[in-house]
């Protein structure tokens, strides 16, 4: 299977991976039955592999120009994915239950990073996404892409819509989308800014990895030239 056929069944099934396990009940229902651990392990790596599939399959299928790849335009990705890649690591486990990612409770007394995102995850793969779009202008990949950027913002809102029938206002009073407001609060930083320098330091050494794994793994060089 090639071309198209291979790329719709591939972001297809990436899709019915992330939807169909909510309906009728069916994730609380594999979760009882081999516990969270395992569930969201094996999910995790399904999930995983259907995104490298996915992209594999985006780059195998017919090339439809929409807009040329011009130099500049791989500068995108390389200026934002230190920092999608830092928001991920800090905000992995936020103390926000209404969130990928997100703990299980809320204390409105130390929000942690979820002062300065309650959404993390989120942003980190809308600007993923959104920063590709620049030098992948194929018609293939601004489907990827624009899916991925689209699926994150739908997912924001969905969560948040779900924090308000839940009543939580709370919630909304100390936490932002995106704000860098926060960290010039000293209460906030003498609980937190060890703990986000840290994980950042860690994001931006994954961040290293990748962009020089980036031509093995992908298949194009993401410097410019």
């Known amino acids: 299977m090639t071309g198209w056929a291979e790329y719709t069944l591939a972001l297809a099934l990436f899709a019915a991976s992330h939807f169909v396990p909510r309906l009728g009940g069916l ?3 594999l979760i ?16 995983l592999a259907l995104l490298v599939w996915v992209i594999a399959a985006a780059g195998r299928a017919p090339y439809v120009e929409l807009w040329p790849q011009l130099p500049w335009t791989r500068w995108v990705p390389n200026l934002a994915m230190p920092v999608a890649l830092v928001v991920v690591a800090c905000g992995i486990g ?8 997100g703990g299980k ?11 300065v995102s309650r959404h993390p995850l989120f942003l980190a793969l809308a ?24 699926m994150a913002l739908a997912a924001i809102l969905a969560f948040d819509a779900k924090a308000r029938r839940a009543a939580r206002a709370d919630i909304f009073a100390h936490t932002a989308l995106l704000s860098l407001k926060p960290m010039t609060c000293s209460a906030w930083r003498r609980a ?3 703990r986000v ?3 950042s330091a860690m994001g931006l050494l994954v961040w290293v990895a ?16």
């Open 27 to 29: 994730r609380e229902r």
């Open 32 to 47: 009882g039955a081999v516990g969270r651990r395992v569930y969201f392990a094996a999910y995790g790596v399904i999930s």
């Open 94 to 101: 936020a103390a926000q239950p209404f969130t990928l990612g």
């Open 105 to 115: 409770t809320f204390d409105p007394a130390q929000p942690g990073f979820a002062a």
């Open 127 to 150: 600007l993923w996404a959104g920063a590709h779009l620049f030098p992948n202008g194929d018609l293939a990949h601004v489907i990827l892409f624009g899916s991925f950027a689209a």
């Open 192 to 194: 937190n800014l060890r």
């Open 197 to 199: 320098l840290i994980r």
């Open 210 to 225: 990748l962009l020089h794994l980036h031509g093995l793994v992908i298949g194009v060089s993401p410097f410019p030239v």
